[in-house]
């Protein structure tokens, strides 16, 4: 790990611990709301910056977090010229947007909300530029299109925003799918899923066969998230979030993301005709048609988003054409684009905020009313075109001078033609934005009377722009930041000259051409837009919703024609491809010979055996009487309990007539609310069938048992058996190797038990709150109530046995680790306990007697199980390593500790409160039906007696 390395994890991680704050901060203020928003992103900008000396210097800063070394996976980050650059543009633009937004959201909008979302994606950007391993910057691309899609959604009560957040969402979304394809190709052709190993195997890779089919995947990742031509479409519908989130996503950040990859990918996948033709051209066309529907747009933040697309096409141009210098040029726009975009976005915030329009028609004049935001849209438009003495002229001019050495197809002028278009028209539409804005007469029209606003909206536009007039004056300032950058992306020392006057080349002829070109078409605006407004032209829009319309029909189809809601349809195709599966894999050989002999089978395991399959074909033919395939239910499981004891396992046995008991008992309680008997509703020949798919998936089972019972083969018993006592302290293996070796296996069940009995007790509630509550209430239980409702000779036996049940219990749970035994059972046999007190004396007696909430009991159990497993981080082991010893402790004799007492306790608890909870949730139907309570736990209601006689009588 290079110094510092720690530093780096800590960058990378704080956005996303600082996101917890302002959403619980909001209460104290918009300015403290703002302020626990800015602190992470400072620490990590400043943090950052103690690196700048090294990656300046070309040094590259790694740190690699171990997640699971067996398989090569790891949390790894790394910073160079390129991390450093972007990283720099997330965090300080970060910034400048917190705190413009603080000044441009409404005391109506939670901005607690926005600004946790806003650090989300600062995050998750982040995570992208300094990710080391491609399987992680996958996880980090996948967050910025979630993350994005809150952002771009926050004002849910838009249609407009609801529906470009979905659309943003299904096209980086799908485009991400097809990246992580490309992505594990990399990785399988190198061998390795480091992208510092990937970036040194460029010939090896495009070597590859496979080099085209990861090309191709990763480009569409790219383009979808850039905005590249056809995937284009997104970014303007996007454009209904707030100007904040449109200035951060759509000129700085999630955009950039794409071309990020792409220039993070360069010196892999450039270099040959496929990246030249393929990215060049689609760069090309890009910047040409979003420049062209720019101008024609009236919506302020529409013209921006496709002059973004546009200069989104630009820079993958310059990074198509494969060359050194094109590389260096794009790294620089991706600066310079940076400034006067962020700038002109939140300049057309202002004006939304004061003149509560966007709508260039309903503007002009302003020049006059707001002279601030006149200035700074002014110089940032004049970037945007090109104009000397900016930024955005340093940029133009290399590309074109590019453009103008570059052959397509053969063919020399092509290339120079259409960028010296695009040029010509990025200049028409900047100078539209200034003109039809801020200059005219004013009018007397505005929805609102327009002025600047306080410096707290302009002061970070400002700040942008002067950065904007700094480098156009002094590009010498921004050529160490471009060459370490640019280094980074095409692997060679870059060493950039950058200068304002490059003599008379022919990117000036051209860059002139695009000046003047602009301002005539500007002149000509009026009649070309009724052009543009009268041809017929193909609405992206249009096409996506109506691919989505029909993707969504055809799954509605297919999905209603296979899932119609028939339980036996779906067990059957799924047994039937089990069994298909098998035979073939059966047919196939492979079996080694027989070489174990069969057992001699007492008389006594030919009884057992009988009443197992004669329990067996009970239920199936008795399974419509509901309470008498309970009955049988029960003896099959007694059945396999007592198999369980005759092959020597008496752990399984424990469990398995333990739950074999508590499920028997919470159905006899389901039962008594519904019918007796399950109408017919399958046909003979779908029974039939049935008949037949059991019987082939039985006799699939039997026969494979039987062929390994019959062979030796290796297990991992032997391993567990050796190391059960030395490794977990315990010579119980079961039990060991549930609280140990898996333990976190039985963490996760555990969990899922609470889950489950979480889920009950809501399903009741809502049960219970509903049309079938209503008619629960109508019913009349009191006919089916016997007199004696709690027999004595039940209640006494209960009582007793409650305390001898619980020491039986805490004994089994203490004697798990070396012996049957363990939590597990121990919280079902305390359950029976319990559940026998509600059944002998009512619910409602025994519930006024409950001292501890069972969802508290689930909670508890989980964390302490957690927490038990979280400790051995404190000694630099995996989750859930135990560890024992041994005390000795005056009078007792020598006895042994072992932390997995600890996670056994978890499993106690969520057991027995997952168990109790499904009762308490079932027992709840009485209560809502009307049933009686108890006051005693033996008390007779005399009224039911006089109900009785008068209805017999």
């Known amino acids: 790990m290079t110094d510092g390395g720690n530093l780096l994890l800590i960058i990378a991680l704080l956005p996303f611990l600082g996101a917890l704050v302002p959403g619980v901060m909001i209460r104290a203020g918009r300015n403290a709301c703002a302020s626990f928003a800015a602190v992470p992103t400072a620490l990590a900008l400043a943090m950052l910056l103690v690196h700048a000396p090294t990656v300046m210097s070309g040094g590259v800063i790694q740190t690699q977090v171990e997640w699971l070394p067996q398989l090569g ?383 707290g909206m302009w002061a970070s536009p400002a700040f942008l722009v002067v950065l904007v007039m700094l480098i156009g004056l002094f590009p010498f300032i921004a050529e160490p930041i471009v060459d370490v950058a640019a280094s980074a992306v095409t692997g060679t020392s870059i060493h950039a000259h950058l200068k304002i006057w490059h003599g008379i080349t022919p990117a000036l002829y051209m860059s002139a051409t695009a000046v003047v070109g602009g301002l005539i078409l500007l002149a000509l605006y009026a009649p070309l837009n009724r052009i543009w407004t009268a041809l017929p032209r193909p609405e992206a ?106 092959l020597s396992a008496p752990d399984l046995a424990l469990t398995q007539i333990s739950v074999e008991t508590v499920t028997i008992m919470l159905l006899l309680l389901a039962l008594h609310y519904m019918p007796k008997d399950s109408p017919v509703e399958s046909s003979v020949f779908r029974r039939s069938r049935d008949a037949v798919i059991a019987v082939a998936a039985g006799t699939g089972v039997g026969l494979l048992s039987y062929a390994f019972m019959r062979r030796d083969i290796s297990t991992i018993s032997e391993y567990f058996l050796a190391n059960s006592y030395k490794g977990g302290g315990g010579t119980n293996v079961v039990n060991v190797i549930l609280v140990d070796f898996r333990g976190y296996d039985t963490y996760g069940e555990i969990i899922v038990l609470g889950v489950a009995g979480l889920i009950i007790f809501a399903l009741m509630e809502a049960l219970l709150s509903g049309p079938a509550g209503r008619r629960l209430r109508n019913m009349d239980l009191s006919r089916n109530l016997s007199r004696d409702r709690h027999p004595l000779m039940m209640v006494v036996s209960t009582r007793i046995m409650l305390p001898i049940v619980t020491m039986v219990g805490v004994y089994i749970f203490l004697r798990g680790h070396n012996q049957p035994g363990g939590g597990f059972v121990a919280g079902l046999v305390i359950a029976i306990a319990l559940l026998m007190q509600y059944m002998a004396s009512g619910f409602a007696w025994t519930q006024a007697r409950q001292r501890y909430e069972y969802h508290a009991m689930i909670g508890f159990g989980v964390v302490i199980a957690g927490i038990t497993g979280c400790a051995a981080f404190f000694w630099g082991l995996p989750f859930l390593t135990s560890t024992f010893g041994y005390v000795h402790w005056e009078p007792i004799e020598e006895f042994e500790l072992a932390s997995a007492m600890a996670f056994d306790l978890g499993v106690f608890l969520t057991v027995l409160g997952a168990v109790m909870l499904m009762l308490y949730s079932l027992s709840r139907i009485a209560r809502h039906a009307g049933e009686t309570v108890n006051t005693e736990p033996m008390d007779y209601d005399p009224s039911l007696r006089v109900r009785k006689n008068r209805e017999e009588g």
């Not at 994005?148 to 299904?170: C, D, T, V």
């Not at 339980?567 to 098998?582: E, Q």
Request: charged share 10%; with cysteine; proline share 4%.
């Open 73 to 455: 996976l790891s949390a790894s980050f790394f910073l160079d010229g390129l991390g450093f650059l972007f990283a720099c543009m997330i965090l300080g633009v970060g910034l400048l947007i917190i705190l413009y937004a603080r000044f441009y959201l409404s005391g109506d909008d939670p901005m607690g909300q926005f600004y946790t979302y806003l650090l989300l994606f600062q995050g998750a950007m982040l995570g992208i530029v300094l990710s080391d391993n491609i399987l992680l910057l996958l996880i980090f691309w996948e967050l910025t299109s979630l993350s994005s899609f809150l952002l771009i959604g926050y004002w849910k009560h838009l249609p407009e925003g609801r529906q470009g957040a979905r659309m943003a969402l299904a096209v980086t979304g799908a485009g991400g799918l097809a990246m992580i394809g490309g992505m594990l190709i990399l990785g399988n052709i190198v061998g390795s899923y480091n992208l510092t190993d990937i970036l040194q195997h460029g010939d090896l890779i495009r070597s590859s066969d496979w080099y085209l089919p990861a090309l191709i995947l990763i480009l569409l990742g790219a383009f979808t998230k850039s905005a590249q031509f056809p995937f284009h479409f997104w970014l303007p519908h996007a454009m209904a979030a707030p100007t904040p989130v449109s200035a951060y996503l759509h000129s700085a950040t999630m955009v950039k993301a794409g071309i990020f990859l792409m220039a993070r990918m360069w010196p892999v996948l450039s270099g040959t005709e496929a990246w030249f033709y393929i990215v060049a051209t689609v760069g090309l066309i890009t910047m040409v048609m979003g420049a062209c529907i720019a101008i024609f747009r009236n919506d302020l933040k529409a013209l921006l988003a496709f002059s973004t697309v546009s200069h989104l096409g630009f820079i993958t141009f310059l990074l198509g054409l494969g060359t050194d210098i094109a590389a260096t040029t794009a790294v620089f726009h991706i600066i310079n684009h940076l400034t006067f975009k962020a700038a002109l976005f939140m300049s057309a915030g202002i004006i939304d905020h004061e003149a509560h329009t966007r709508d260039i028609r309903r503007l002009g004049g302003l020049r006059k009313l707001m002279p601030i935001t006149f200035v700074i849209s002014a110089l940032a438009a004049l970037s945007m075109a090109g104009i000397p003495l900016t930024n955005g002229y340093l940029t133009k001019e290399l590309m074109l001078e590019e453009a103008a050495h570059t052959i397509w197809a053969g063919n020399h002028y092509i290339v120079p033609i259409v960028a010296t278009l695009g040029a010509l028209l990025s200049a028409a539409y900047s100078f539209r934005f200034i003109g039809h804005v801020f200059f005219g007469p004013v009018r007397d029209d505005y929805p609102h009377k327009p002025h600047d606003p306080g410096f």
């Open 541 to 646: 829009k249009v096409i996506f919703d109506g691919l989505v319309e029909g993707v969504a029909a055809l799954s509605r189809r297919i999905t209603e024609g296979l899932h119609n809601g028939a339980m036996s349809r779906y067990l059957a195709i799924f047994v039937i491809a089990t069994v298909l599966l098998g035979f073939a894999a059966w047919q196939g050989g492979g079996l080694s010979q027989v070489n174990r002999p069969i057992l001699p089978i007492p008389p006594v395991a030919y009884v057992a055996w009988a009443l197992l399959v004669g329990g067996t074909l009970s239920v199936v033919l008795l399974h419509r009487q509901r309470f008498r395939a309970l009955v049988v239910i029960g003896v099959v499981g007694l059945m396999v309990s007592a198999a369980f004891i005759y």
